[in-house]
C-alpha cells in the first residue's frame, strides 16, 4: 500500500450501521457516539473509570465519595494515652479494696447512729433510694433521712447492717460502684436479708457516695 493510500485509509473512521442500511440517520462513528454518551475526549482507561463511576452512582447516588461520620468516641491516640494514664497513676485492685473499707466503716456508723460521719461519705448531690418512697436528692437532704431512718430504726428495735461482695472502678478512674448484702435483725431476733448498690465519684481525689439504693 503506498503512502497516499495509507494515509487515505487512516483518515476513514469506521461506520456502524444499525437497522436499514440505506438509512444515513441511524448510522454514526465511534467518535459521535462518544460525544452522544458524553464520553468524548476518553483515554485508553477512562472505560474502567466510567465503570466505577457508575456503579458508585447506582449505589449511593453520587459520584463523590461520602465523607465518614464523626466518630463520639475518643480517638484512637487519646484513648491509649488515657488509658495509660490510667494505669500509671492508678492501682484499681487498691481502689477497689478502699471502696470495700469505706463501705464497711459506713455500715458501722449506720450501727452506732453517727449521722456527722456518714456526712462525710457523701457527695454534694448525692442521691438515697429507699423502698417505696421518692428519690431523696442533696447531702443535706440525705442526712436528714438518715437521721430519720435511724430514729425509725430504734422504735422498732432494729439493727441494720451490710457487707460489700464486689466493687467496680470505671475506665477513667474517678467512678466506681460496688454492691453486697444488707442485713436487718428484728427485735424477736428475725434476720432479713437485702441487698444494696453505691455509686462513687471522686471529689478532691476522695471517693464520695454519688447514689445509695438498697432493698
Known sequence: MNTSARSAFQSEKPQIVWGDPSDSSRSYDRGSQRARCGFSGETPRDGPLRGLRFVWTRLFGTTKPRSPKPSRSLPQGRRRARAEVFRGSLNPAAERETLMALERKWSGMYGRGDVEGISALL????????????PVVGRENVI????????ADAADGL???????????SSSGDMAYDYGLAT???????????????????????????ADIFN
Not at 123 to 134: F, I, K, M, R
Not at 159 to 169: D, L
Not at 189 to 210: F, R
Request: net charge negative; aromatic share 8%.
Open 144 to 151: 436528714e433521712a438518715t437521721r430519720a431512718l435511724l430514729a
Open 159 to 169: 439493727s441494720v447492717s451490710w457487707e460489700p461482695q464486689a466493687a467496680f472502678i
Open 123 to 134: 457527695a454534694e448531690d448525692s442521691v438515697l433510694l429507699t423502698p417505696g418512697q421518692s
Open 184 to 210: 436487718t435483725t428484728l427485735a424477736d431476733g428475725t434476720v432479713v436479708e437485702g441487698s444494696y448498690l453505691v455509686v462513687w465519684t471522686k471529689e478532691d481525689g476522695e471517693w464520695k457516695a454519688a
